[in-house]
């Protein structure tokens, strides 16, 4: 058994082993401690703790949780998904040139564009789906390929294996973020990818009460991961160890959180795209996306908690159903136990998104309780 990889339900049920050892307690406890005493030799007592900003035991245990669900070699949390990608970002020397793909979370783009102007980088964003816009856009040389898969909220579904080997044509490094899959439905890296990024605000977490995020490496030595590492240790943008304590105790059952979501999701978007209100529905899970063959490739177990849906009659159709929703929170943010839902278009007027686009994320409830809600919101 100790040499057979365990499962994700397995690894996050017991977070990875963490246990409390000085009271042989099943849950771990929270370490606080800023600062770590010295022995009469003056040295330090615990040789990996000297101080809170360069490290703490409840955050590098959340971190065990994240990288071995992930299949990373290491694995570092920050206290939110953009510290996490700014970190990242900030690897690239000035000068130089990053591919995003257009269309995803809408504030990485705004971030990226205006980090990449301050550093002179050149920022290209395609629509990355496409595998001949990337092949495209990584015919010259790169430092950084950002892809979002699924992307919100277009739900476009990139190709991971191809875009890892166009960004290393490229000379680039790529880097996945997979919020909307969740380490349980889709490891990047196993597919090629060289960093992994996840909100782990999102379903990570899970309730609703914790923002944080994390970046997973599939080569610990690499150069990239060491400029990580040190931005984080030395820029200190750190979790605190109650939300790393917090998101631990959420991610214990993510792999059963992810299964109801992504069951509950297929069944509502299969649902509303027989309604007579809606004019398209946005999930990967459906045989029409035309991204499903590629999700059903590289995501196991569910097509993920997040969907779009556009409805007919644009802005004021879908502000007037989303008034009338009762049991979806009108509410930003995604991948919660409780099912919420943004009108986006108002959100990122610029983006180009259809007026009538609802954004869901479908979360544990009973599925006959969201359908009848979705019902009863369209009926008018
Ligand atoms: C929320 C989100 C982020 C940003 O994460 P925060 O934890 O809110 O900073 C990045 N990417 C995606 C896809 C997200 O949904």
Not at 51 to 69: I, K, P, S, W
Not at 147 to 155: A, D, Q, R, Y
């Amino acid at each position: 058994m100790a040499d057979k990889p365990l499962r994700s339900a397995t690894i996050a049920a017991q977070a990875a082993g963490a246990v409390d050892h000085d009271s042989a307690g099943v849950v771990p406890g929270i370490h606080p401690a800023t600062t770590f005493r010295r022995g009469s030799d003056n040295a330090l007592l615990a040789p990996e703790n000297q101080y809170g900003r360069d490290h703490n035991n409840t955050v590098r245990q959340a971190e065990e949780v994240l990288r071995q669900l992930e299949g990373a070699a290491a694995s570092l949390l920050f206290p939110s998904g953009m510290a996490a990608v700014a970190t990242l970002f900030r690897t690239a020397p000035n000068g130089g040139r990053i591919v995003a793909q257009s269309g995803i979370y809408w504030g990485v783009s705004k971030w990226a564009r205006d980090f990449c102007a301050r550093r002179d980088i050149q920022l290209d964003e395609v629509d990355a789906s496409d595998p001949e816009v990337l092949r495209a856009a990584c015919a010259a040389p790169a430092d950084l390929v950002w892809i979002e898969v699924p992307s919100n909220p277009w739900m476009k579904v990139t190709d991971v294996a191809q875009a890892a080997e166009l960004a290393h044509e490229a000379g680039a490094l790529l880097a996945v973020d997979g919020t909307a899959a969740t380490p349980v439905l889709s490891r990047a890296l196993d597919m090629g990818a060289d960093i992994s990024m996840h909100s782990a605000t999102k379903a990570i977490n899970g309730h609703t009460d914790v923002v944080a995020g994390v970046l997973s490496c599939r080569d610990a030595e690499s150069a990239v991961w060491a400029a990580i590492s040190d931005d984080r240790h030395d820029a200190g943008a750190i979790l605190g160890p109650f939300e790393a304590w917090l998101l631990m105790r959420g991610a214990r059952t993510l792999p059963l959180r992810v299964e109801r979501m992504s069951e509950n999701a297929l069944t509502l978007a299969r649902h509303l795209q027989e309604h007579p209100a809606v004019e398209a529905v946005w999930y990967p899970g459906l045989e029409i996306h035309p991204g499903h063959d590629t999700a059903s490739r590289q995501m196991c177990g569910g097509y993920g908690y997040l969907m779009s849906v556009v409805l007919h009659g644009g802005a004021e159709a879908a502000l007037a159903a989303l008034g009338r929703l009762q049991l979806f929170h009108r509410a930003t943010s995604l991948g919660g136990v409780e099912s919420l839902v943004e009108h986006r278009p108002s959100v990122e007027p610029q983006s180009g998104l259809p007026g009538g686009l609802l954004r869901l994320s479908v979360g544990i409830e009973d599925i006959s309780d969201l359908i009848a809600d979705v019902d009863q919101a369209l009926a008018c």
